[in-house]
């Protein structure tokens, strides 16, 4: 289910992140989205990708899967991530890999957006992710 909630505070400050895949577990296994993305209400939708803490020049601490403004849900945060460090120019930035789920049976059928959350390693502020994915839950 949801997160355990922003402990700290949401800054509005945006930092650079990006969705890479999307994807559902089925009994085949790993299930890839491309295009639209559809879920059926009450699966679980899988993200990954990494969000850094540019301000502060490095990976964030933590990450959270935020959807519609309101919903958290919880990431695993620090994967390396060798080409994120070579395009920032820093080895800081190296851990910044995320995965995490969005457990649909709380939603309402309809359009939703999940952003994520990376929590800043020296004031502990959480800082909004600058990607953003739309998906429907049918």
Do not use: M
């Not at 296994?29 to 939708?45: D, H, K, N, T, Y």
């Amino acid at each position: 289910g949801p997160g355990g909630g922003v402990r700290g505070t949401l800054t509005t400050q945006a930092t650079p992140a990006k969705f890479e895949r999307i994807f559902q577990i089925g009994p085949a296994g790993i299930e890839p989205l491309l295009g639209a993305v559809r879920v059926e209400r009450g699966r679980s939708l899988y993200f990954s990708g990494w969000a850094v803490d540019e301000p502060n020049g490095g990976a964030g601490i933590d990450a959270l899967l935020l959807v519609d403004d309101a919903l958290l849900f919880d990431a695993s945060y620090g994967a390396p991530r060798a080409d994120v460090a070579e395009r920032f120019g820093s080895a800081r930035f190296l851990a910044c890999g995320f995965v995490g789920a969005i457990a649909t049976d709380e939603l309402e059928p309809g359009a939703h957006v999940v952003r994520c959350l990376v929590r800043s390693s020296t004031d502990a502020a959480w800082r909004v992710g600058s990607d953003r994915v739309e998906f429907d839950v049918i």
